[in-house]
């Protein structure tokens, strides 16, 4: 398992989280709840890692909705900080984007 995935599953798990506005604005125009999203990271599948990223490490993650639709969730801790975990955004998942599984990225 990613460390960065391992960090933000923990912050949640503590209720050390937060949603970003971008991230409200996204869940909303695809129908999925904070709630959802949130509660999804504990059985999460890292799609990508980037511990390395400049503001800090993020992951994207494959998550399920409540009727067990799958969402891509992009999870951040902000850099130089211990928490909180960061529901940067959230989305559907577009097959014409991604394999049937939702874990690979086509190539054109």
């Not at 994207?60 to 951040?76: E, S």
Request: charged share 30%; hydrophobic share 40%.
């Amino acid at each position: 398992m990613s460390e960065t995935l391992r960090r933000v599953q923990t912050l949640v798990l503590r209720e050390n989280v937060r949603v970003s506005d971008h991230g409200f604005d996204e869940l909303r125009k695809d129908g999925i709840l904070p709630s959802e999203a949130i509660a999804g990271v504990v059985t999460a599948k890292l799609i990508e890692d980037y511990p390395d990223r400049a503001r800090g490490p993020s992951v994207l993650t494959l998550q399920r909705d409540a009727n067990g639709r799958p969402i891509h969730v992009v999870w951040a801790i902000p850099a130089g900080e211990a928490g909180p975990a960061v529901l940067v955004t959230a989305y559907r998942p577009d097959l014409a984007l991604w394999d049937e599984e939702f874990e690979r990225r086509k190539t054109t």
